[in-house]
Structures are given as C-alpha cells and as structure tokens.
C-alpha cells in the first residue's frame, strides 16, 4: 500500500456496497485482519445490515403502494362497470312486454335481466371488497330467493307483476 488509507471511502464503499471486507482490504492493500479489527470497532457490519434492511423495507413499500394503487384504480372501473351493467339491466327491464301471447319470451328475457343484474351486484360487491356470497340473489327452483341475511329478492313473478302483468301467473 502507497500513502494513507482513506478509511471513509473504505467504510462506505463495504456499508452501501457488496464486496466482502477481505476483498476490500485487497483492493485497498490492506491486511484483511486490520480491515476486520477496524469494521468490527466500527459496527460496519451492523450499520450495513440495518442499511439493507431499510431499503428491502423501503423497496417493499413502494411495492406494495404500486400494487394498492393499481387495485384501487382497477375496483373503481369495475364499480363503474357495474353500475352501468344495472342501468342497462334496469332500461331493458322497461322494455320487457306484456304480451300474454309470448309467455316464454318475456320469462327469457326477465331470467337473462336478472342473471345480469346478479353479475352487476357481484361485481360491485367485489369492487367494494365485500363478499358475494350475500347479494341477495341466488338461483333456487326457477326463481330467485334472498339469502337469509340479505332482503327480500323478486321472483319472476314479481318482475312480471312489476311490468304490468298478472301478480300470480306470469303465463296470464
């Protein structure tokens, strides 16, 4: 070794970098014991553990932050999605008609706007973060019942009632 060690650039050099102390104390011509004794009174590796730590800790909460970010953006688009999915279902249902000539028509399409109307729920209860277990809705025996926590639901009878029709018979 020529001249004085610069024992700073050495410290921050092993602290922030990724060379062994023995591979330092050769590229600084240095005895790898005194490189050691020096680290060691030092608390290098201490401070450079703590350093790595801190940023796997930073690395980590950016990550996390990215992710939460593009959840957040990812749930308002579905929200908005199914909020025009139940608009759409809603305007399709004023469209459904009456005719007691075409019983079987108006039960396709009543079954078609509750299947999305049911989609449209789960979406947005997913979007919500809430589970979708309880939308209300439940396919049962031709017709849709409440689960027992959820409020009433409509059976196609109801539907059909609702558009003008026979409250009791959705063939009449």
Do not use: C
Not at 112 to 118: G, K, L, Y
């Amino acid at each position: 070794m020529t001249g004085p060690v610069d024992w700073a650039a050495l410290k921050a050099e092993y602290v922030v970098g990724s060379m062994s102390l023995s591979d330092l104390a050769r590229k600084y011509g240095i005895k790898p014991a005194t490189v050691g004794k020096r680290a060691e009174r030092g608390g290098w590796t201490a401070e450079r553990r703590e350093l790595s730590e801190s940023v796997a800790a930073e690395a980590a909460s950016r990550v996390v932050q990215t992710r939460a970010s593009a959840i957040t953006a990812l749930n308002e688009r579905d929200l908005a999605m199914a909020m025009a999915l139940r608009a759409k279902a809603a305007k399709r249902l004023g469209r459904v008609t009456n005719d007691p000539a075409t019983p079987d028509a108006n039960l396709k399409a009543l079954t078609a706007i509750a299947s999305i109307a049911e989609a449209a729920q789960r979406m947005a209860r997913l979007a919500l973060g809430l589970p979708t277990t309880n939308t209300g809705l439940g396919r049962m025996g031709g017709h849709f019942e409440a689960d027992p926590d959820a409020p009433p639901a409509m059976t196609f009878a109801d539907l059909y009632a609702a558009q003008g029709g026979s409250e009791h018979d959705p063939n009449h």
